[in-house]
């Protein structure tokens, strides 16, 4: 739908930028410093949302899209919020990388976790969540179910001893796993208008397609 990126913009245009500009900010400021400006980059672009009314203006769909800026306002500005989460997740990965004890592992995992959530909490209260726009309450709810599940696995390793085979598989075969989920994402886009789609029947066509990615 156009209200999603935009008339021109992309999913892989997002992937691009994210990929560029994280990149570039991780050479500019050091992996141990790409937290800081994350975060505050996301803080400043929550400042403009609200303060100087670009929710509104990027979630208008009666305004008239004259200018190519106007045609693709959702896909780059959710790009802020994008690059923000994957610094963000860029220095949680640097930290887990430097822990070498498992136990201390699922320690600062579930607390990491705990905080997200309850920081994502409290900000939903005040901020709506938009995925569409990328906000600071989407990006925190993000990286609190990253780290949520991250701490689930590490978990389930250290007390059964024991490894996720599904998380294996994904990782060894990253590329097909998302060239499938995107078809799959496709076909479903193509054959029901989402839009219109009421809760539970969201969530039971979530729940079939993460069985079909997985299973196959």
């Known amino acids: 739908h156009v209200s999603e990126y935009g008339v021109h913009w992309n999913f892989f245009l997002t992937l691009s930028a994210v990929i560029l500009f994280g990149n570039v900010a991780i050479r500019l400021f050091g992996v141990k410093n790409v937290g800081w400006v994350g975060g505050l980059v996301l803080i400043g672009y929550e400042v403009l949302l609200n303060k100087f009314n670009w929710f509104t203006i990027l979630t208008d769909n009666q305004s008239v899209r004259r200018t190519l800026l106007e045609k693709n306002k959702e896909g780059l500005a959710s790009c802020i919020g994008y690059i923000s989460i994957f610094l963000l997740a860029t220095r949680i990965g640097f930290g887990i990388i430097a822990v070498n004890n498992e136990r201390k592992l699922c320690r600062f995992l579930i607390t990491l976790s705990v905080v997200l959530y309850t920081t994502y909490n409290i900000l939903s209260v005040y901020l709506p969540v938009s995925r ?62 989402t839009l219109l789609i009421r809760d539970a029947m969201a969530m039971a066509i979530i729940f079939i397609y993460a069985l079909v990615v997985v299973g196959l």
């Open 132 to 193: 569409r726009v990328a906000n600071l309450s989407y990006s925190v709810w993000v990286l609190a179910l990253c780290t949520g599940h991250l701490s689930a696995f590490a978990l389930l390793h250290v007390h059964n001893n024991c490894r996720s085979t599904v998380l294996d598989a994904i990782n060894k075969h990253q590329l097909v796993v998302f060239l499938l989920a995107n078809v799959v994402t496709g076909v479903i886009n193509k054959t029901i208008y």
